[in-house]
């Protein structure tokens, strides 16, 4: 009975070969430093944008609140952190698989033959603790296959923070986005509001004789188009709002929504990007790719471990009795150790074929990782391209929406004193209903932008 505890422990201090092959990260397939040019903007010094909160970084309170929603409700995200427990769950699973299971077992029996002087009668009773079929791993595929289970998990767990950065940033982008449209909205509105007026005022004028007809068919012109803006921004807003409320998974407070885009600050005005092109080895995404390559490393060792002799091991030790009262003395003890080898011979190719199937998956894994690796340099390198331009656009169109603004100012002045032609104030009037819808998607683009980079440089989460 002491020897087969001892045998147990042999065995599993014997299982500690590893066939994995030695794992290096692979060199990243992106340039050191980021593009440079006038179209983009140096990168920021600074910590990490990862160590960055959501909470910082977003400096809206209805905002913060309304992504806080989002992070509480959102079914997406719900299904993600569930599939990081499953992860960890079968993790655990294949973990137990590392050590024997101990059985505690019972069994009564009663058998009789014959009849009268030849009956006999047969009373068995039994009780004890036992291993069964316990692969005592001699060359590591448990080990293994382990392995490759945890970074299953841990990539899942990466998968998941990369939900969560991208619906914060799937919220801000939408948050934002209902702003705008409210903004192309009223200034329709006020559009509309200001032809109309316009165009009585010329249908007078036409009664009058002052005025052409020309000129009363153009002010109408312009009210129509103001008008069909207003419908299709109207709907526009409750489009927004409906996307809004399916990120947060349940209605948003009234009071939470914004009026406008202009002069409110949604975001940091500037984002740590860090020197070095090295923060994309910090995204979730590549992450996640470089666990999944770490879990495809390992399933070679264990396919490579198929090829070598399976040690299994099963031992019971009790006591076995054909009366209850004698079941626990010192005479009816049992013992039994069963140890079996299984040595594989011929396969018909299964070992190999499972073997150059890890194989692949591994060449496989470490393309996708290369090739996340680009995708986060691209996606980082248009941000910051944007970035590196965006407010001499901005500062261009403010200027030009003030040019705007003049010029009808005087064109209906003019006008009014009978010193220029209608169609020169229409003119006026509908560059300055262009140059002020520009102004809005120009600062949507600035705000989104922003939104972007915290995302694509694996924005922080805590």
Same mark, same amino acid.
């Given at each position: 009975?002491?020897?087969?505890?001892?045998? =147990?422990?042999?065995?599993?201090?014997?299982?500690?070969?590893?066939?994995?092959?030695?794992?290096?990260?692979?060199?990243?397939?992106?340039?050191?430093?980021?593009?440079?040019?006038?179209?983009?903007?140096?990168?920021?010094?600074?910590?990490?944008?990862?160590?960055?909160?959501?909470? *910082?970084?977003?400096? *809206?309170?209805?905002?913060?609140?309304?992504?806080?929603?989002?992070?509480?409700?959102?079914?997406?995200?719900?299904?993600?952190?569930?599939?990081?427990?499953?992860?960890?769950?079968?993790?655990?699973?294949?973990?137990?698989?590392?050590?024997?299971?101990?059985?505690?077992?019972?069994?009564?029996?009663?058998?009789?033959?014959?009849?009268?002087?030849?009956?006999?009668? %047969?009373?068995?009773?039994?009780?004890?603790?036992? @291993?069964?079929?316990? +692969?005592?791993?001699?060359?590591?595929?448990?080990?293994?296959?382990?392995?490759?289970? =945890?970074?299953?998990?841990?990539?899942?767990?990466? %998968?998941?923070?990369?939900?969560?950065?991208?619906?914060?940033?799937? @919220?801000?982008?939408?948050?934002?986005?209902?702003?705008?449209?409210?903004?192309?909205?009223?200034?329709?509105?006020?559009?509309?509001?200001?032809?109309?007026?316009?165009? $009585?005022?010329?249908?007078?004028? =036409?009664?009058?004789?002052?005025?052409?007809?020309? *000129?009363?068919?153009?002010? &109408?012109?312009?009210?129509?188009?103001?008008?069909?803006?207003?419908?299709?921004?109207?709907?526009?807003?409750?489009?927004?709002?409906?996307?809004?409320?399916?990120?947060?998974?349940?209605?948003? +407070?009234?009071?939470?929504?914004?009026?406008?885009? $202009?002069?409110?600050?949604?975001?940091?005005?500037?984002?740590?990007?860090?020197?070095?092109?090295?923060?994309?080895?910090?995204?979730?995404?590549?992450? !996640?790719?470089?666990?999944?390559?770490?879990?495809?490393?390992?399933?070679?060792?264990?396919?490579?471990?198929?090829?070598?002799?399976?040690?299994?091991?099963? #031992?019971?030790?009790?006591?076995?009795?054909?009366?209850?009262?004698?079941?626990?003395?010192?005479?009816?003890?049992?013992?039994?150790?069963?140890? !079996?080898?299984?040595?594989?011979?011929?396969?018909?190719?299964?070992?190999?074929?499972?073997? &150059?199937?890890?194989?692949?998956?591994?060449?496989?894994?470490?393309?996708?990782? $290369?090739?996340?690796?680009?995708?986060?340099?691209?996606?980082?390198?248009?941000?910051?391209?944007?970035?590196?331009?965006?407010?001499?656009?901005?500062?261009?169109?403010?200027?030009?929406?003030?040019?705007?603004? %003049?010029?009808?100012?005087?064109?209906?002045?003019?006008?009014?004193?009978?010193?220029? !032609?209608?169609?020169?104030?229409?003119?006026?009037?509908?560059?300055?209903? !262009?140059?002020?819808?520009?102004?809005?998607?120009?600062?949507?683009?600035?705000?989104?932008?922003?939104? #972007?980079?915290?995302?694509?440089?694996?924005?922080?989460?805590?």
């Amino acid at each position: 009975m002491r020897s087969a505890p001892s045998l =147990l422990v042999l065995a599993l201090l014997t299982g500690c070969i590893s066939l994995d092959p030695d794992y290096q990260r692979p060199s990243a397939p992106v340039s050191a430093a980021w593009p440079k040019g006038s179209a983009y903007a140096p990168p920021a010094a600074g910590a990490p944008v990862a160590e960055t909160g959501w909470q *910082d970084f977003f400096v *809206d309170a209805d905002l913060r609140a309304v992504i806080g929603q989002a992070l509480d409700n959102n079914r997406d995200l719900r299904v993600a952190v569930q599939n990081v427990l499953a992860a960890r769950a079968k993790y655990q699973v294949q973990d137990a698989a590392r050590l024997p299971t101990v059985d505690a077992t019972g069994s009564a029996g009663y058998s009789r033959t014959g009849a009268g002087g030849t009956r006999r009668e %047969t009373k068995s009773l039994s009780a004890g603790i036992g @291993v069964s079929a316990f +692969d005592a791993d001699l060359f590591g595929r448990v080990a293994s296959l382990t392995r490759a289970e =945890l970074e299953t998990y841990l990539a899942q767990e990466e %998968t998941t923070r990369a939900t969560r950065i991208s619906l914060i940033s799937e @919220v801000a982008t939408a948050y934002i986005t209902y702003a705008a449209d409210k903004s192309l909205l009223r200034i329709a509105q006020t559009t509309m509001e200001s032809a109309q007026r316009s165009a $009585e005022v010329t249908r007078k004028r =036409l009664t009058s004789g002052v005025a052409t007809r020309l *000129d009363a068919a153009e002010a &109408d012109t312009v009210y129509q188009t103001a008008r069909a803006n207003v419908a299709s921004y109207t709907t526009q807003v409750a489009q927004d709002l409906n996307a809004l409320e399916i990120l947060t998974g349940a209605p948003v +407070d009234p009071a939470r929504l914004p009026d406008g885009i $202009e002069g409110r600050a949604f975001t940091l005005a500037a984002l740590p990007a860090g020197m070095s092109t090295e923060v994309l080895l910090n995204r979730p995404d590549v992450l !996640s790719a470089e666990h999944s390559l770490k879990a495809a490393n390992a399933n070679i060792g264990a396919a490579r471990a198929a090829f070598f002799p399976t040690v299994s091991l099963t #031992t019971a030790a009790g006591f076995a009795s054909s009366a209850f009262g004698n079941l626990f003395q010192a005479r009816s003890q049992s013992l039994s150790f069963t140890p !079996s080898v299984s040595v594989p011979i011929f396969d018909n190719g299964a070992n190999q074929a499972n073997l &150059d199937y890890a194989k692949a998956t591994q060449q496989a894994a470490v393309a996708t990782y $290369e090739k996340t690796i680009q995708t986060a340099f691209r996606e980082v390198a248009d941000a910051l391209a944007r970035r590196g331009t965006i407010a001499e656009q901005l500062d261009a169109q403010q200027a030009t929406v003030r040019s705007a603004q %003049t010029s009808y100012d005087l064109s209906q002045a003019r006008y009014a004193q009978g010193a220029d !032609s209608y169609l020169n104030a229409l003119d006026a009037q509908r560059t300055l209903y !262009s140059a002020q819808q520009t102004l809005v998607s120009v600062r949507l683009t600035d705000a989104s932008n922003l939104v #972007t980079l915290y995302q694509v440089l694996g924005g922080g989460i805590k």
